[in-house]
């Protein structure tokens, strides 16, 4: 599966250009189903998880064309409502299709996705939401059946803000007849993207980044071009390991406003950040203070895909630190890994507690999903010796050169 080697004990500095948004990008290709035109998408990242979306797009018949990071998706020819079922599996969000398929076919078979590392993923407000617009669902040898002769706009209050719910929400009522109004909606800034992307080919909807989205139905879409906002949880990820190694790097195409959360975090632990219209700049202090407490939140709280990195920065911060996970119950596979190499965690529920240690020591760890190999890259940046982190395969879903990007800050990290 592939393994990264980590020689820690080095200081990051330098200048890194953050890639496009891995969340950002997944609704609005599956979104590319609805116009029945061409889309450009600018930005998109290389990663894993976009590989089996364009795959599964193909396999559905929209012709699919990349030029460097631009990707071309033509859906005039999709003739296909059927999802496969090992796409599916490798990749959980492939649910969102679930919504766009039916907004353009009015029928999708899609496999049941399952659990995952991270706990039970459930799909009841997906469903519940697109009954309320004229769905009907049935579920048949693990798969999901849904058909509408016809989608009609209703009013949706979500129970939890589910940001997959959101977008399936919108993309299935781009088409619908009459109006949706989404209340409790997501406010992550994946959901102002994807309004964005969808308005750009001709919808009418407004209020992302707000509790209520209304979605006027339209008749049709045609081409769009678009520009995916920077990935919020790679700037993250990079600030962390530049914290942890007490380093200097200046971090471009991101947006300030989308990481407040985390430099407010990062800020406790003693770090100096400057915030520039697109830019950002961390300082790190010699030694990291700790954190009282982080409570992992729907946006604008704190995220929970970036709960494992601050974790791993932690293990060596002076004093105690909690994390609370409020977002996903058994988030906690890195935690084992990292006690490996030296961490003191205690795990009591859904609270962990990090005492500081002096240093971690580098040894083999297993990265079971994707933040939480994230963090064991970071907590190999500090320890002593080399750290090899298996399953660099989970960690390529996310990040389109992890090991390249911290080498160019001065990281001395390889993969087999
Ligand atoms: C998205 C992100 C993921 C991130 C998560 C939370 C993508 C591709 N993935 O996942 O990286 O960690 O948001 O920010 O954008 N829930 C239900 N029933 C449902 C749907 C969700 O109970 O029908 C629960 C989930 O079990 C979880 C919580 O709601 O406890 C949040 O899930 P949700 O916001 O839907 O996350 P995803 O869209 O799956």
Known sequence: ????????????????????????????????VLNGDVSYIQDCPRILDVFTMIRIL????????????????????????????????????????????????KKVIISYPGGCPLGPRP???????????????????????CEAPKLVGAKIHLDFPSVGATENIMLAAVLAEGTTEIHNAAKEPEIKDLQDFLNGMGAKIKGASSDVIT???????????????????????????????????????????????INSKLKEAGCRIIEEKDRIYLKAPKKLKNIDIIRTQPYPGFPTDMQAQMMAMLTVASGASIITETVFESRYKHVDELIRMGANITLEGRTAIIKG???LTGTNVYAKDLRGGAALIIAGLVAEGVTI?????????????IDKDLNILGASIRKD
């Open 389 to 401: 982190v298996d399953g660099a395969k989970h960690i390529e879903r996310g990040y389109e050169q």
């Open 215 to 261: 979605i006027e139905g339209v008749k049709s879409l045609h081409q769009v071009e678009h520009k995916v906002i920077p990935d919020r949880i790679v700037t993250g990820t990079y600030l962390a390991a530049a914290a942890i190694t007490g380093g200097e790097v200046l971090l471009t195409n991101v947006n300030p406003n989308h990481i407040q959360a």
């Open 58 to 105: 193909e396999s559905i018949g929209c012709k699919v064309r990349w030029d460097d990071k631009t990707f071309m998706i033509d859906s005039s020819s999709v003739d296909s409502y059927k999802i496969p079922e090992e796409l599916v599996r490798e990749m959980r969000s492939s649910i969102i299709l679930l919504g766009s398929v039916l907004g353009r076919h």
């Open 123 to 145: 799909i009841d407000l997906h469903i519940k939401a697109l009954k309320q617009l004229g769905a009907s669902i049935k579920e048949e040898h693990g798969f999901i059946i």
């Open 1 to 32: 599966m592939g393994r990264f080697y980590i020689d820690g004990g080095r200081c990051l500095e330098g200048t890194l250009r953050i890639q496009g948004g891995k969340n950002a990008v997944l609704p609005i290709l599956a979104a590319t």
């Open 357 to 359: 240690v002096g240093h």
